[in-house]
């Protein structure tokens, strides 16, 4: 299933008058012949049979998915096609994603074919992607432009991580032309080193050939492998390795294998005085950061004492936490004022100046400061008016459909409609993004107004995000599968928002949604966790597949988060940090904050930055849900404003 409505079809896209029901049902029957005859092309396609093929994509040459076929006909015969049909078929279909497609597989397709002079002319600048890059070059250098070849190959080669095997004949012959040198391959080992690539280190140290060349990469190896020796490292001359660079990355390997040894020989490295002051004021920032969550006094003494010398915002940022997190506001004030003025004056950390001044007993500065902020779309904007206990105020815009914008682009709404039909969803995002990627502001905004009459909701809020319209809520936070959220609410007696909130951080409303980890589906859930959650409920459950169904997704989805909910006393601050970032992480930072807190401050505290701003964006979202709905709610609970975290 995918978040778009399958049963609309009653009239013709863009047309203006209501068919007759003869009309209509005859106008299904040739839709309906034209997607069986689709199917069969596609069919004989797979089966090679492509004259067959050909003659059934005469006859629907007016289905909206025909290019489709007219791509796979055409790719299958990619090897006979010359460059000036192969650019006359992008040219063609330059209104869909497969248009540029076609160029990768072509120049693979010369490429076996030795074709160089046919590639210099069918690419005649350098493409993207690092295979088609080497083709490219490769190519220059056999048509005789050896300058330009060769200016490539150094490119290509200056990498820490490995490169397509499709440059070793372009680097072959950049060695033999003696351009690889030894310098050359210490640089490159020291980008591995950068990469922490240990596999590339030990194949570059066997490329080297001088005598001076072997002892540096021997060096350089040995540093790797035994970091704590950067101190020897160090003391020493080595004629073409980047010394002060190498040194410092040694000394960060090894400050996060041992913090407390790497501080004896960082004293090692200061009395030697062979590194710049820059290079050691960069290893003890690196350091002081390894201690953010020391016990010892004397070692966290040992880091303020670094980390109020430091431009590093990072650093800056984290230490201010830790302040948050110990509920010192005397120290959120010192470390927000060392920060650079842009991150000083944002909206953030205005908040928490303000808290700090409030928490010190400067009352009436910091609500002053806390007024100023509010009224904005913010998660701190609204804390502010939680403070004050008024009511949440934001700027909220909308936009009108004008249907005769986008008649330009009827061609290609029509076959992204019939492919979400067809459930060709990836084909049918593929397309959207092409298209949203094509015309500008407005008509991205137009764009998104459609997506939401259709109710392709995941793709509506893939238009907004493009189109930058952060403050179109009712486009940006579509009200998508409410009567899944609604059953399932009242099942578990959950607030259906919440349910929506979360599904809209996780996967946009996208029900065929994955992320690169495996989370699947609407609400994002791991296979594993979708076992047990239907095993402990007893839920009917065929595998991760069944993920995609958008009501399978929600009803262990919402019997999950009902799960973390009881686990918390219904929490949602707790529960939603667990569902991002699991229980164990959330007991481990309930300890460390030592009931101190207040929910904006633990919130704050959080370490991850993905769990920090996925929580609050849920309970941003949900006050936004709210309003969608003709309603209000506060950022907190009386429950979780009362507790203490």
């Known amino acids: 299933m995918f978040s778009f409505s399958k049963a609309r079809y009653c009239v013709t896209l863009f047309a203006g008058i209501l068919l007759a029901p003869s009309s209509l049902a005859a106008e299904d029957d040739v839709v309906n012949q034209q997607r069986e005859l689709y199917d069969q092309a596609q069919s004989l396609i797979d089966q090679k049979k492509l004259s067959e093929a050909k003659r059934i994509t005469r006859r629907i040459s007016d289905y909206p998915l025909t290019p489709y076929l007219h791509y796979r006909l055409f790719s299958a015969e990619l090897k006979d096609k010359s460059p000036q049909q192969v650019e006359a078929f992008i040219e063609q279909f330059q209104s869909l994603p497969f248009s540029t497609r076609i160029r990768a597989p072509y120049l693979d397709h010369l490429y076996r074919q030795n074709k160089w002079q046919t590639i210099a002319d069918f690419q005649p600048s350098e493409p993207s992607g690092e295979r088609y890059q080497c083709i490219y070059y490769y190519a220059q250098l056999k048509v005789g432009e050896q300058k330009l070849a060769y200016s490539g190959a150094d490119k290509l080669w200056n990498s820490g991580k490995s490169v397509s095997d499709r440059c070793d004949a372009l680097f072959a012959d950049w060695n033999k032309a003696g351009l690889r040198t030894d310098d050359k391959v210490l640089e490159r080992m020291e980008l591995a080193f950068q990469q922490r690539n240990d596999s590339l280190i030990r194949y570059l140290n066997k490329q080297l050939k001088t005598q001076s060349g072997q002892a540096q990469g021997k060096a350089l190896a040995a540093l790797f492998n035994d970091p704590k020796t950067v101190t020897s490292f160090a003391s020493k001359n080595y004629q073409d390795l980047s010394r002060e660079n190498l040194a410092k990355l040694a000394f960060e390997k090894y400050a996060r294998q041992d913090s407390q040894q790497a501080r004896q020989v ?89 808290r700090s001044e409030i928490g010190s007993g400067k009352q009436q500065q910091g609500e002053q400061r806390l007024n100023a902020i509010m009224g904005q779309r913010n998660f701190y904007s609204a804390a502010a008016a939680t403070y004050f206990g008024v009511p949440i105020q934001y700027p909220v815009t909308s936009t009108t459909y004008q249907k005769e914008r986008l008649a330009p682009y009827q061609t290609s709404l029509l076959r992204i409609d019939e492919l979400i039909k067809q459930d060709k969803i990836t084909a049918a995002k593929s397309e959207w993004r092409y298209l949203l990627s094509r015309v500008d502001k407005t008509n991205k905004q137009q764009l998104a107004a459609y997506a939401a009459n259709q109710n392709w909701h995941h793709l509506t809020v893939v238009a907004t995000i493009s189109a930058k319209m952060w403050d179109n809520l009712g486009l940006r936070f579509p009200v998508a599968h409410k009567w899944w959220f609604d059953f399932y609410a009242k099942r578990l007696e959950l607030d259906p928002t919440l349910l929506m909130s979360l599904a809209r951080q996780e996967s946009a409303m996208d029900v065929e949604a994955r992320s690169p980890v495996g989370a699947r589906g609407i609400m994002q859930i791991m296979p594993k966790t979708a076992r047990y959650t239907a095993k402990k409920h007893n839920i009917s459950y065929q595998g991760a597949s069944q993920l995609y169904s958008v009501g399978k997704n929600i009803e262990i989805g919402s019997n999950y988060l009902n799960d973390l909910l009881q686990q918390y006393e219904g929490n949602r601050i707790f529960a939603l940090a667990a569902y991002n970032a699991g229980p164990s992480r959330v007991k481990r930072w309930r300890e460390n904050s030592s009931q101190q807190l207040d929910a904006i401050a633990f919130v704050e505290a959080i370490p991850f930055r993905e769990t920090r701003g996925y929580v609050q964006n849920i309970l941003m979202f949900q006050v936004y849900y709210y309003q969608l709905m003709a309603n209000t709610s506060p950022l907190l609970t009386q429950q979780e404003a009362k507790l203490r975290y």
């Open 266 to 354: 960082l004293e090692q490295l200061k009395q030697q005085g062979n590194l710049s002051e820059h290079s050691y004021t960069q290893m003890e920032n690196y350091l002081a950061a390894r201690y953010m969550s020391t016990d010892s006094a004397l070692d966290a003494a040992w880091r303020d004492k670094v980390l109020s010398k430091t431009t590093n915002q990072t650093s800056l940022e984290r230490r201010t936490r830790l302040a948050i997190t110990n509920a010192d506001w005397q120290g959120i004030a010192q470390w927000i004022a060392l920060m650079a003025e842009e991150e000083r004056d944002s909206i953030r950390w205005q908040y928490w100046l303000a």
